[in-house]
């Protein structure tokens, strides 16, 4: 059950949408971090902009190719400076692949985070009512002020769990599904034990490399989508309020006294 | 007839207060809500619950600390400190320096006016209620957090 239903379609553009699923809103974004956040790991920009299924599947296809590519274990010979080796891991079958669809999801999200914003100012002018309550047989979902310090350390703590805590439930069991995947190959936590056990040599040989270079982006975009979007449910909230107040608390016939105030 | 004036913040509570003055016998017309625009003031670093101003400066901050992290950790294989240690550096200080850049950026280069600090009265709500409602009506308001209430006759 929804608290507007858009029977007549009347208006051309319309800035949220509150769903089971979750809280889907068009808000301004700089283009150039969602074009950094596809660079880190391509998906990921067009999550944050809501856009779901080219997501998943870039980020899909961005675990196949470089887990057979060798990408990641690439970049940390690279950076380590064993050049040789470097290239020694790289598959050729694979790796061509990568570069086009790579720099596709950086170009696509950026392109697009610059016509959601035009789309942005458009229906924010056109002020088009919208669906800010949604209950159903599985989910609840429904306009609300949330912390967003209470998003970033959440999502530091298990990736998706920010987005778990603002009711982004597509994005938050994506990410809580692939975080077991990257923890458990990459052996993460194994190398934490040993380091709070002090054997630090053990801790570094345990790791594996190709496996523990998506664990930091995974991070990083958890906390940074939890948060922005924290915020800007929040801000959403607001808005929503006060056209509610105005629409309903602010009858013609109300005069404001200009009596003594009793202390 | 009294008037009693209040200051909110948006909230759920707010609609609470709204609902309960209504159950206790105030009519609609007669509560009158004002919205308001908050005055700007320096940008903040970190939005609260109360306050966004949207441009928040943690952007720079988890770019740079992703792109450290990966660069942190990869490096971390050849330094004696290891791939966990140097990938937690290299998050905490690419974050660091990223805020460090922002706060640089915004409160140096560009000194544009923001949402004011902490709390803010962003709603006034004006209730017109008979002197025995009075009392009620203040304590609801009270036990649904108004910030600050005025008995006007």
Not at chain 1, 200 to 217: G, H, I, R
Not at chain 1, 220 to 246: H, M, P, R
Not at chain 2, 69 to 80: N, T
């Amino acid at each position: 059950m929804d608290n507007y239903r858009n029977v007549e379609n009347k208006f051309r553009r319309y800035k949220a949408h509150i769903s089971i699923a979750g809280t889907t809103q068009f808000h301004l974004r700089n283009p150039y971090a969602i074009a950094w956040w596809s660079a880190a790991f391509p998906g990921f920009g067009h999550l944050l902009l809501s856009k779901y299924l080219r997501g998943l599947s870039l980020f899909i296809w961005e675990v196949i190719v470089n887990c057979n590519a060798k990408i990641n274990l690439a970049m940390v010979h690279s950076f380590c400076g064993n050049f040789d080796e470097a290239k020694k891991v790289l598959d050729p079958r694979w790796m061509l692949m990568y570069i086009p669809v790579y720099l596709f999801a950086i170009w696509d999200s950026y392109r697009t985070s610059v016509d959601m914003n035009k789309v942005f100012l458009l229906a924010e002018n056109e002020d088009a009512p919208f669906n800010s309550f949604s209950i159903g047989a599985m989910e609840i979902n429904y306009l609300d002020k949330r912390k967003p310090a209470m998003s970033v350390i959440w999502s530091l703590f298990m990736p998706g769990l920010g987005q778990l805590h603002i009711h982004r439930v597509v994005t938050s069991f994506f990410a809580l599904a692939w975080t077991i995947a990257f923890l458990y190959f990459s052996k993460v936590l194994l190398a934490v034990h040993y380091l709070f056990l002090g054997q630090l040599a053990e801790s570094t040989a345990v790791l594996d490399k190709q496996w523990l270079l998506f664990m930091p982006s995974m991070w990083g975009f958890a906390v940074y989508d939890s948060y922005v979007n924290t915020v800007e449910n929040n801000k959403l909230f607001n808005i929503e309020q006060k056209d509610f107040l105005i629409k309903h608390y602010q009858n013609p016939s109300f005069q404001v006294k200009k009596g003594k105030v009793i202390i | 007839m009294v008037q009693i004036f209040s200051t909110f913040e948006h909230s759920t509570n707010l609609e609470l207060a709204i609902m309960m003055l209504e159950k206790n016998g105030i009519k609609k017309e007669n509560i009158f809500a004002v919205p308001l625009t908050n005055r700007k003031t320096e940008r903040k670093l970190f939005d609260t619950i109360h306050n966004a101003d949207g441009v928040s400066l943690i952007s720079t901050g988890a770019t740079l600390g992703t792109a450290f992290a990966v660069i942190g950790a990869s490096v971390g294989f050849k330094l004696a400190w290891g791939p966990i240690y140097c990938g937690l550096i290299g998050a905490a200080g690419g974050f660091i320096l990223g805020v460090c850049i922002d706060v640089f950026y915004y409160k140096v280069f560009k000194k544009k006016q923001r949402l004011l600090r902490g709390k803010n009265t962003e709603v006034i709500l004006v209730i017109e209620c008979d002197e025995a409602q009075a009392d009620t009506v203040e304590d609801i308001l009270w036990h649904h957090y108004a910030f600050g209430t005025a008995r006007i006759i």
